[in-house]
């Protein structure tokens, strides 16, 4: 399982420094991203959107997921009825500063690309990046106040109120997904899925 968010991504929350070691911090990223995948689901977010053709036999490469913020991409599948999964660096690359993928070429995953078929984007939103690395800090805090003194210090409040922050701006946004999404439920992958149509022309230019 790819750890939701990196140990830099704590640090903004917590002064480590001779506090906690690499592994301290790795071990606990992998405890809380396990447990945001066992309370939201998993995959996080995902997107279905049609191949579009451009001109003649060529195809569009660039494809948004729906939202820029995004912090990776776990998996893309391509296809009709049936689907193959797609390899990063083989064939399709990430910006994750734009929410996009591009694909490498008009053949991927050993398919030629026709607009019959969807691609289906499962991908990490930055928010839960931020909720990970959040929720880290506020564990090791938690620890070292257990040790300490018993009793929970000021640093370990103030993380504890940006959590309850990201709190709820996450369960706005579950609601709206839920809502939202339900009707592209796909059964085969058992993920509600936002359909995303593409502004191609924008992509282009939007790719970095």
Do not use: H
Request: hydrophobic share 30%; aromatic share 10%.
């Amino acid at each position: 399982m790819q750890q939701i968010c990196a140990s830099s991504d704590v640090k903004r929350y917590l002064d480590t420094v001779g506090r906690f070691s690499s592994t301290e911090i790795s071990s606990e990223i992998t405890n809380q991203t396990s447990d945001i995948y066992d309370e939201c689901g998993e995959p996080l977010a995902a997107t279905i959107t049609a191949i579009g053709l451009e001109s003649g036999t060529t195809y569009y490469k660039e494809y948004y997921v729906g939202e820029s913020k995004i912090y990776d991409i776990d998996r893309v599948y391509l296809g009709t009825g049936t689907k193959v999964t797609l390899t990063e660096t083989t064939d399709y690359t990430i910006s994750s500063a734009t929410g996009m993928i591009q694909l490498t070429s008009e053949t991927v995953g050993g398919l030629a690309l026709d607009t019959d078929q969807d691609l289906i984007i499962n991908y990490v939103p930055s928010i839960f990046k931020k909720y990970c690395a959040v929720k880290t800090a506020e564990s090791l805090i938690a620890k070292t106040d257990t040790m300490d003194s018993g009793k929970a210090s000021k640093e370990l409040e103030v993380i504890q109120r940006r959590r309850e922050i990201i709190d709820r701006l996450l369960n706005n946004r579950l609601g709206v997904a839920i809502t939202s999404d339900y009707e592209n439920y796909d059964p085969e992958y058992g993920v509600n899925l936002k359909r995303v149509v593409q502004a191609f022309k924008t992509n282009k230019y939007t790719w970095r």
